[in-house]
């Protein structure tokens, strides 16, 4: 049975954060789950699914985050409590459903988990998802603990079948990725079979029912205020003149620099859990028993600037700080980055003028400085023998590559450099269409598999249509393999032991699209590799090109290959082709020759077909 399963109310075990908001939905009865992967939410995903195949749940990875919220959306309207889960930029893609389905409302509880990425440990910016719940008019939780959150999204649950509405759960990297001790609670039976009622004056979206529906959205806000006032989510601790308004994990950063400090007794928090709509009355009455307040929240000024015209319609005049303007450090707080216990002593120090000396830094000026790790592709990624036969057949050229969301989004990094241009997923298909157009310059893009079922399917249609002129290069690796090897429609799922799926060949969709010239690679036949992709760069119009290889990580773990090392031989006169053109992370250099690690070494035997003398042959057991 699934560790999240196990039905023992008070028992404590420790858990993610993501495996504690997955239990935490277990427990609230959830009986219908979408997503799209996406760090750092992905292992909330990998347990439904999981439990999914133990369990009544109905769980799917669908095919990106707009078609997960339409599905989910259904699910809600059919009276199913019904979770939707992704990472913060996947909301952006669901954004055009997420807006009209606040007016729609739901009729079972449905609960939307936004995860944020402060600091962009596995993402393209920054944004603060917190302001999607002030746009779209939905009522927003978010949890300060690992523990909080597994109980916040049952708090969740409830909140939305009271008001009819989604409840957007925000929360971020450190709390979806800390590990903490969690008590069990009770598991609720799920109601897995719903009805949809037809109700086209709710449900149909034309512009004089919408008109209605807005009516009644802003009357659900003004409950959901009502709501904020009195939830014990929101809550005062301590006293004094000093105040301290927080939300998520920044509330225990906050707490502590408290007691650090020693200013217990002059210091009040207001922490806040249920932040939109924000407890209007709650923070004036906060606001007025204080002579300054610091607000203290990654990301934007989303509070503080609710907090300040609070206190301006109120006629309060203190102190109210939080952000900095600009980038460059202050004493107040950045828009930047994750913040962390020893900042945010040090600037609740500043702004209290409390004495405070930081503790000395260790002295380590007789330590030699870590060697840096860059990203890189893994051993044998076949990603990296693509990248380097696409470079070897457009040599000759000008090139631009705009490139994609994925593992191989690392391609840029030189020795390959096979990345110009990426903003978001699917985008590589949409730019190329645009370079090929504005410039005189060849084009050759890529994409992942799981990435051109996300989006980039729209843009290769765009691309026929419009007569553009690149070749894309699809690399199809048989897994959605950046976030930890999720399925998508490409799969082959009878390989996780399912018969129960469909497959979408990518080959004869792109064929279907109308693409003209389309060609399969094998990427480790280097040589025959490289001479369909020059027949394909040679095409005028749209040319794609299909670069098929499973991601070695995953064809490893379900035993599709067998690591077979190869060693650099005595026949090696020194050119470093292997390291200069691929730069596989097995390579080292010891004593001034090239070595390969035979324990990371998988035997793709790339290295192998490139080197000029013929050197680097199978390793003799």
Known sequence: MHK???????????????????RGAVEAGVAFATTYPGTPSSEISLNLFQMSRESDLYFEYSTNEKVAL?????????????????????????????????????????????????????????????YYAKFGGFPM??????????????????LSESLGQPVLLRTTTRINHSNAF???????????????????????????????????????LEKATELAEVSPLNFVQGSGKYGIITNGVSFHYAEDAVKDLGIEDSVRILRLGFTNPLPEQMIKTFLGACDKVLVIEEGEPFMEEAVKAFAQEEGIVIPIKGKSRGSKPTDLFSRLSEYDPAMVREKVANFFEVDYTPAPRMDTADI????????????????????????QAAKDMDVICPTDIGCYTLGFMPPLSMGDFVVCMGSSVSTSCGFSKATDQKVVSFIGDSTFFHSGITGLVN???????????????????????????????????MDTFGRVNIEKLVR???????????????????ETIKEALAFKGVSVIISQEPCILFAKSIKLKTPRPFVVTDKCTDHKECINGIACPSFYIEDGRVKIDADTCVGCA?????????????LKK
């Open 368 to 391: 030699p400085e870590i060697a840096m790790r860059p990203p890189n592709l893994c051993s044998g990624c076949s990603h990296r023998a693509t990248f380097y036969e696409v470079k």
């Open 512 to 530: 279907a699209l109308g693409v003209e010239h389309v060609s399969i690679v094998k990427p480790f036949k280097v040589k025959k590799s490289i």
């Open 463 to 497: 691309a026929v249509f419009n007569q553009h002129n690149f070749t894309l290069v699809i690399l199809e690796n048989d897994i959605t393999a950046m976030t930890g090897h999720q399925p998508h429609p490409g799969v082959d799922m009878e390989r996780f032991g």
């Open 606 to 618: 790339l290295c192998a077909q490139i080197c000029p003398e013929n050197a680097i042959r199978p």
């Open 70 to 130: 339409e599905v989910a959306a259904a699910a809600a309207n059919s009276g199913l409590r019904t979770f939707c889960m992704m990472k913060h930029v996947g909301l952006n893609v669901a954004a055009d459903p997420l807006m009209t389905l606040a007016y729609v409302g739901v009729t079972g509880g449905m609960v939307i988990l936004s995860a944020d990425d402060p600091a962009m440990f596995s993402s393209q910016n920054e944004q603060d998802n917190r």
């Open 182 to 220: 969690v008590t069990l609670g009770d598991i609720q039976k799920p109601y897995t079979q719903g009805r949809f009622e037809k109700d086209p004056h709710r449900c149909v979206t034309v512009p004089a029912v919408s008109r209605g529906l807005h009516v009644k959205l802003l009357d659900k």
């Open 4 to 22: 999240l399963l196990n039905d023992s109310p008070g028992e404590k075990i420790m858990l993610l954060g993501n495996e504690a908001i997955a």
């Open 141 to 158: 939780l978010e949890p300060s603990s690992v523990a909080e959150a597994k109980e916040m999204i049952k708090d969740a649950f409830e």
